[in-house]
């Protein structure tokens, strides 16, 4: 069964600083992964995602995120954090096969202060 | 202009009543889904429609039923409410099931509390 591991409940960063949000995955074939965010009282918004190719992904808002196979990781970065980044990320994997099902990871709370 | 859009916003009511979420997108895709995001901020999928049709139901208790008149909507109505059916109901779409570069766009959320 395919599933993501969040190991970080909350990331703290200071503005101008780079971050990074961890993510590791477990899946039985190549993996498709996304990366999700959620301000607070909003639904989530997409932010980038690895399907195939390069292993660097470019996303939404200055994001981007780096696929390693050999460490099933997918962790997402930023060069210059901003307070306006502060929310709730997500990470998520949908495995070849199991149709259009996202398994999410437990969320990563991104706090960026000044 | 909303892509994903869901009513109500927010929904209070008494243990044991039924209550309809309604979801509509406007984008021109396929399927649909709902998610249940529990008050820890973990989000799981329940069901997915394709074009009308179920093709995924994970597990839900039968209170919950899904309904997709067409497939630009998708509506989830939960029978005799439960202390633990509060939460935030997310509905999503995307253009095809199962199509590798498919991605799924969120709606705002319903916030539904059982009293």
């Known amino acids: 069964?395919?599933?993501?591991?969040?190991?970080?409940?909350?990331?703290?960063?200071?503005?101008?600083?780079?971050?990074?949000?961890?993510?590791?995955?477990?899946?039985?074939?190549?993996?498709?992964?996304?990366?999700?965010?959620?301000y607070p009282n909003r639904g989530l918004q997409f932010l980038l995602k690895y399907i195939?190719?390069?292993?660097?992904?470019?996303?939404?808002?200055?994001?981007?995120?780096?696929?390693n196979k050999s460490q099933t990781s997918f962790h997402l970065k930023k060069p210059s954090a901003l307070v306006s980044d502060s929310a709730l990320y997500f990470c998520a994997v949908r495995e070849p096969g199991g149709g259009n099902k996202l398994t999410f990871g437990t969320g990563t709370q991104l706090k960026v202060e000044l | 202009d909303t892509a994903v859009s869901q009513t109500p916003k927010y929904l209070v009511t008494q243990m044991g009543n039924d209550k309809?979420?309604?979801?509509?997108?406007?984008?021109?895709?396929?399927?649909?889904?709902?998610?249940?995001?529990d008050s820890k901020k973990f989000l799981k999928i329940m069901f997915s429609y394709n074009n009308k049709e179920l093709i995924i139901?994970?597990?839900?208790?039968?209170?919950?039923?899904?309904?997709?008149?067409?497939?630009?909507?998708?509506?989830?109505?939960?029978?005799?409410?439960?202390?633990?059916?509060?939460?935030?109901?997310?509905?999503?779409?995307?253009?095809?099931?199962?199509?590798?570069?498919?991605?799924?766009?969120f709606g705002p959320g319903t916030r539904l509390t059982v009293l």
């Open chain 2, 57 to 105: 139901n994970e597990t839900v208790p039968n209170r919950f039923s899904p309904k997709s008149p067409d497939k630009a909507h998708l509506n989830l109505h939960i029978n005799s409410l439960e202390l633990g059916d509060s939460a935030v109901y997310f509905c999503a779409s995307s253009q095809l099931a199962g199509g590798i570069t498919d991605t799924q766009y």
């Open chain 1, 52 to 67: 195939t190719g390069d292993n660097l992904v470019k996303g939404s808002y200055g994001f981007e995120a780096e696929f």
């Open chain 1, 1 to 38: 069964a395919q599933s993501v591991a969040q190991p970080e409940d909350q990331v703290n960063v200071a503005e101008g600083n780079p971050l990074t949000v961890k993510c590791t995955y477990s899946v039985s074939g190549n993996p498709y992964l996304f990366w999700y965010v959620q």
């Open chain 2, 20 to 37: 309809s979420i309604k979801c509509e997108q406007n984008l021109g895709h396929d399927t649909m889904y709902w998610y249940k995001q």
